[in-house]
């Protein structure tokens, strides 16, 4: 059964930082790509940022140049570099797994939110 547990969530003020760590349970990590999404009080939820096995990596338009997502696969362990943080930013973040490979795919399943496994999210709240 995969779980996915995020941490790392909090309060910071703008132009601050955090960061995101998500742990994967239940299946083989390497195998697995992976993205972070985040839900806004009242809005839909989008897409952030995506991570092949291989480390190859993809941006949504909104974070690009502040925002960075690595994994640790001897961990099991995602992450989400936040940096120069905005109140925009402020939401609810979920990392999310799916197994397959490839850049367009992750691109894809970001835009259209289609992927197998989400985790119970971290709130990341931005003061002006």
């Known amino acids: 059964q995969v779980q996915l547990v995020e941490s790392g969530g909090g309060t910071v003020q703008a132009g601050g930082s955090l960061r995101l760590s998500c742990v994967g349970s239940?299946?083989?990590?390497?195998?697995?790509?992976m993205g972070w999404f985040r839900q806004a009080p009242g809005k839909e939820r989008e897409g952030v940022a995506g991570?092949?096995?291989?480390?190859?990596?993809t941006y949504t338009e909104p974070v690009k140049g502040r925002f960075t997502i690595s994994r640790d696969n001897a961990k099991n362990t995602l992450y989400l570099q936040m940096d120069n943080l905005k109140p925009g930013d402020t939401a609810m973040y979920y990392c999310?797994?799916?197994?397959?490979?490839?850049?367009?795919?992750?691109?894809?399943?970001?835009?259209?939110?289609?992927?197998?496994?989400w985790g119970q999210g971290t709130q990341v709240t931005v003061s002006s």
């Open positions: 239940g299946y083989i990590f390497s195998d697995y790509f």
């Open positions: 991570i092949d096995s291989d480390g190859s990596t």
């Open positions: 999310a797994a799916d197994p397959g490979k490839g850049l367009a795919t992750i691109r894809y399943r970001l835009l259209e939110k289609k992927f197998g496994h």
